[in-house]
């Protein structure tokens, strides 16, 4: 099993920056890539990024892309979604999830493990 944390969330203006992190416990080794989706009021749960365990790939979804950005620290087990220039329609839970498949994919289908997630509110 892996446990997942969020922590970061909170309430912003637009313009601003958020950092979320999450932390992975447990068989985290069984984990190819992680991803965030956020789900706002009414709304389906929406593929926002992912990164490979490598680090070096990752995907955007188009509405986040020059905005938001993945990194991670494996010795820490953490991944790091840094978001800029915040918008009202950013407003949202964010959930992060571990898939264990080793190609990125933007389908919560394919994510396996999930956080309890981290609310991100902005005003305009």
């Known amino acids: 099993q892996v446990q997942l944390v969020e922590s970061g969330g909170g309430l912003v203006q637009a313009g601003d920056s958020l950092r979320l992190s999450c932390t992975a416990s447990g068989r985290t080794a069984s984990l190819y890539h992680m991803g965030w989706f956020c789900q706002g009021p009414g709304k389906d749960r929406e593929f926002v990024a992912a990164i490979h365990r490598n680090g070096g790939s990752t995907n955007y979804s188009d509405s986040v892309k020059g905005r938001f950005t993945l990194s991670r620290d494996n010795a820490k087990n953490t991944v790091y979604l840094q978001m800029d220039n915040l918008k009202p329609e950013d407003t949202a839970l964010y959930f992060c999830?571990?898939?264990?498949?080793?190609?990125?994919?933007?389908?919560?289908?394919?994510?396996?493990?999930w956080g309890q997630g981290t609310q991100v509110t902005v005003s305009s």
């Open positions: 999830a571990g898939c264990r498949l080793p190609d990125l994919s933007s389908s919560f289908r394919d994510y396996l493990y």
